[in-house]
């Protein structure tokens, strides 16, 4: 466990149309300069979440038959076009940003497949952790053609202070409980959340459960600009001396700017080792719907194609 503060920074850049990275290294030495131990960003920086100016892609999603034709084009060459690997130029040049700021450096992109990933690289400029997105938005055309994840995995993530172990979600595995429970269960500390979609209370207070029920310090960077914005970190640390504390760490408005998110994970191992929320009383032998491979109405819904999701 880390023996000092840990500060996360949260890159909420706008997605503009200009070289993405140029303004994530900028982005990551301001960060740097601000006494970062991790730059996270939004989510497919190297696209800026864009699927060459089809409408609507912020994830205002919708049902496939409420889209018009002309509205709802494949995007699948389109994602295979704009896909890039782990080990292409984009990702190396952050792997030695990294290495030259001696710091972690949690940067998205869209990987071959396509999936929509994130590569955690740490300041010694080595990927520890890819976790591609598990949660894919099967109804939106914008997310139909990818390719989901199908693990949550952890690493141990060497800091100059110590070691953290951190977990990802992206997007909408937030609104999943299952997502940060399974990184809780894994053994994750902090949990990095790439985001690129509106951010209003009924997310932030998901969001915020989800650090609550899983005693955990999670760390959402979104992207800047109206309906959007309000990046957002919870430490995880829902009670001292038994009264009730506010967990918020830092929330951003909608402007583009470097937010640092500090925080206290001594105390937060102290909290985890005493409290009773996280893996303390479960029942797991009373869970077994939670797997049920089968989706029941009222809740069946289908890819842009008609298909139902892969599961």
């Not at 089809?54 to 999603?61: E, M």
């Not at 976790?131 to 100059?160: I, M």
């Not at 504390?245 to 005493?274: T, W």
Request: hydrophobic share 45%.
């Amino acid at each position: 466990m880390i023996g000092a503060m840990l500060t996360v920074a949260l890159l909420q850049l706008a997605p503009e149309p200009t070289d993405y990275l140029t303004r994530g290294t900028k982005a990551c030495r301001q960060a740097a300069a601000m006494g970062a131990d991790i730059a996270l960003f939004p989510e497919m920086w190297n696209v800026g979440y864009k699927s060459n100016g089809t409408p609507d892609f912020w994830g205002h999603y919708r049902s496939p038959g409420q889209w018009g034709d002309d509205e709802a084009p494949d995007l699948a060459p389109v994602w295979a076009d704009l896909a890039i690997s782990v080990d292409s130029d984009f990702v190396r040049q952050f792997q030695a940003l990294a290495r030259e700021l001696d710091m972690a450096i949690a940067v998205t992109f869209l990987e071959d497949g396509p999936r929509n990933s994130v590569a955690l690289i740490d300041r010694h400029g080595e990927i520890v952790l890819k976790y591609s997105k598990v949660h894919t938005v099967a109804a939106s055309p914008h997310e139909s053609s990818l390719v989901p994840g199908d693990e949550f995995p952890v690493a141990t993530l060497d800091t100059r202070n110590g070691e953290v172990v951190v977990g990802a979600m992206i997007c909408y595995d937030r609104e999943f409980p299952e997502s940060a429970r399974a990184l809780m269960l894994a053994g994750a500390e902090l949990i990095l959340t790439p985001n690129a979609c509106d951010i209003e209370i009924n997310r932030l207070s998901q969001f915020r459960a989800r650090a609550f029920e899983n005693m955990v310090a999670v760390a959402m960077a979104n992207y800047a600009g109206p309906w959007m914005g309000h990046s957002v970190a919870y430490d995880g640390i829902a009670f001292t001396d038994d009264d009730s504390r506010d967990m918020l760490v830092v929330e951003a408005g909608e402007r583009e700017g470097i937010y640092p998110a500090v925080f206290d994970l001594d105390a937060l191992a102290e909290y985890r080792g005493q409290e009773i929320h996280g893996d303390s009383f479960r029942r797991p032998s009373a869970y077994g719907s939670l797997v049920y491979p089968a989706v029941r109405e009222p809740f069946v819904r289908v890819d842009r194609d008609g298909r139902l999701p892969r599961r």
